[in-house]
């Protein structure tokens, strides 16, 4: 019965025009990238956007070719509240309140495990625990110091154009903007210099 | 290819039987006539003209990728996007034309392309941090195109980045496996199966132990030998259940399953031997035997014997009992549980006749795999018995003369209990 009925869904399939599953393939592999490129345009742009200081980085990591590493003064957090709980995971999410100081830079207020209600202006932010997760004597718990990533660490830069980003980032003249979605997802969306704008992210 | 080599031998066994009167030549015309068309596979010119396809891909390639920087982002995704859209042209048009093999190869090129595609976009919007997602979404796309395209070359793709995404995100999951990768590796057996295809089975049941042995790496747990074994056991005891089962692809799958089921397993019984002299500290509270990969062993050793009583076989069973020897050898002698007096003489002696066991069962069922996977086992126990540094060198040849003088001690009994063969 089920080899029969098997059978017959073959026989089914193998009428369909050849053209008609391979079309289908590519387009569900197009439909794929345009969603993934219709998720980062959507978070540029309606994303709230926050200012974030970059931090000195070990020279030897910051440049990989055209890629640059950069951190922020949000990278490295006290837990507060946290320390001590369960992590969950070795990399938990968390979700970070931040809120602009007087020269409108945003800075973090918290550290949650859940997302938590925002006031405008401040802005929640998600992020990755990267270190900071495994302390306690099973090694499931927060430390007191957490390392979070944001997903905002990576900068594609135009050939050439590192070891000048690399000068300004030690001098701390170099700035982020970032689109920040409801969801607490973030993208860069701007960096500046010396508060200009330098490289506006395009939507394509 | 292999049934093309199959067809070889069966035609040169049908002359040799119509020479010999065994068959008549209206039987042999009768199984000829059963035999499926063989689809048209690779032959000079088409490998001539997969070279030529693959020199122009090459070129453009080397000519898209020495004006990369200059081109705009939206012209570098187009002609991502076109690639995609014209390997898999080329692909419809060459299984319209029956050539499958080709159709095959241009639907993997789209795959490829369409990663090539995730990583453009991931570097267009800075997405270095993701890159189990990006894998996870590659894994996908690939998956659906072999769904839908019948390609073996999109599922190798398919399996390779969701082992790549799985690996990367077992990290995060504290003394659990990454489950997520289960269902996505059994849609892609599923797939297997529906194509009865060996080369995919091959491919899905190679995919798994990656998977299993970066599962054991990454836990929290002190019994790394404890957990592969539980994989070999669930791969080979859930081989020999598809392989009991009343379908033939589900039988096919099933043999490629336990083969790869039977030598992971002997791998596994030449380490628990290596390992347990490992006399490692483990912190207080750290699981060295975690409960779901013992359930998964049992499960193996409970489908083998199930498999057994569905088919009545005495090799069948005894595979289970290999998975069951095993499966208590690394028990009890994986640190932290293994017990620190002396030389594991228990453990050795396990092994070794859980490896005559996988030998037997591979004789009495003509498991060739079996047969094979246990005489290398046989051979990894003894290496291992021999070749690690602590203890006494002394002690072990004079285990190994016991251990010996008794498997032909065996030998005798058997030889006198069991009928002969021989007229």
């Known amino acids: ?162 070891k000048k980003l690399e000068q300004l980032r030690n001098e701390r003249k170099l700035m982020v903007v970032a689109a920040v979605a409801p969801t607490g997802r973030a993208a860069i969306k701007r960096l500046l210099v010396d508060g200009k704008p330098v490289y506006d992210e395009p939507w394509f | 290819m292999f049934e093309r080599a199959y067809r070889q031998r069966l035609e040169a066994d049908l002359a040799r039987w119509e020479a010999d009167g065994v068959i008549t030549p209206t039987d042999l015309a009768g199984i000829r006539s059963t035999l499926p068309p063989l689809s048209p596979g690779v032959n000079i010119p088409v490998v001539v003209s997969i070279v030529g396809g693959l020199l122009i891909a090459a070129a453009f390639l080397a000519f898209v990728a020495a004006h990369w920087a200059e081109l705009a982002r939206l012209s570098r995704f187009a002609i991502l996007a076109a690639g995609i859209v014209v390997a898999n042209g080329f692909a419809a048009s060459f299984a319209r034309a029956g050539r499958t093999v080709l159709a095959d190869l241009c639907a993997t090129v789209g795959s490829i392309i369409f990663g090539a595609g995730i990583a453009l976009v991931g570097q267009m919007y800075n997405l270095g941090g993701d890159f189990a997602g990006g894998m996870l979404l590659w894994a996908s796309g690939a998956l659906a195109a072999a769904a839908l395209t019948d390609s073996r070359g999109a599922l190798a793709v398919a399996l390779t980045a969701g082992v790549i995404w799985s690996t990367m995100r077992i990290y995060d999951a504290h003394d659990l496996p990454h489950l997520p990768f289960v269902a996505f590796w059994l849609i892609a057996g599923g797939l297997a199966l529906t194509w009865k295809s060996r080369v995919a089975a091959h491919l899905v049941a190679l995919a798994s132990i990656p998977w299993w042995i970066t599962t054991a790496l990454q836990l929290d747990v002190g019994g790394v030998s404890f957990v592969l074994a539980d994989g070999a056991a669930l791969l080979l005891g859930g081989g020999l259940a598809l392989a009991a089962a009343p379908w033939q692809r589900a039988r096919d ?110 004789i009495l069922d003509g498991a060739r795999p079996r047969i094979i996977a246990g005489w290398i086992g046989i051979a990894g126990v003894i290496a291992s018995i021999t070749w690690a540094v602590q203890g006494s060198l002394l002690r072990r040849s004079a285990f190994l003369a016991v251990a010996g003088a008794v498997a032909v001690a065996l030998a005798a009994v058997l030889n006198r209990l069991l009928p002969r063969n021989d007229k």
Request: aromatic share 8%.
């Open chain 1, 1 to 162: 019965m089920t080899e029969t009925s098997a059978a017959a869904l073959a026989e089914r399939w193998r009428r369909i025009p050849k053209a008609v599953p391979f079309g289908a393939a590519a387009l569900i592999q197009l439909t794929l990238l345009a969603l993934m490129v219709g998720d980062r345009i959507q978070i540029l742009r309606d994303g709230t956007e926050v200012t974030l200081q970059t931090q000195l980085l070990d020279p030897r990591d910051f440049l990989r070719g055209d890629y640059v590493t950069l951190d922020y003064d949000i990278s490295q957090l006290p837990a507060g509240p946290l320390k001590d709980r369960p992590a969950g995971a070795r990399d938990p999410i968390v979700f970070v309140k931040l809120a602009p100081n007087r020269d409108g830079i945003y800075q973090a207020i918290s550290v949650h495990t859940e997302a938590v209600a925002v006031k405008s202006p401040e802005v929640l932010i998600r992020g990755r625990v990267a270190s900071g997760a495994n302390c306690g004597p099973k090694g499931d718990l927060f430390c007191d110091k957490l390392l979070i990533r944001y997903d905002l660490e990576g900068y594609f830069v135009p050939e050439g154009e590192g």
């Open chain 2, 253 to 362: 799958a099933g043999a490629i399953l336990e083969a790869y089921g039977a030598f992971s397993l002997a791998i596994v019984a030449a380490l628990v031997v290596a390992t347990s002299h490992d006399f490692v500290e483990f912190p207080a509270g750290v699981a060295s035997h975690p409960v779901w990969a013992s359930a998964c062993g049992v499960a193996g050793a409970i489908l083998a014997f199930g498999a057994a009583a569905m088919t009545r076989r005495v090799g069948t069973a005894l595979a289970g009992v290999a998975i069951g020897l095993v499966l208590i050898g690394a028990a009890v002698w994986t640190p932290p549980a293994q017990s620190q007096a002396g030389e594991p003489w228990l453990v050795y002696a396990i092994e070794l006749c859980a490896m005559l066991c996988l030998v037997a069962s591979g």
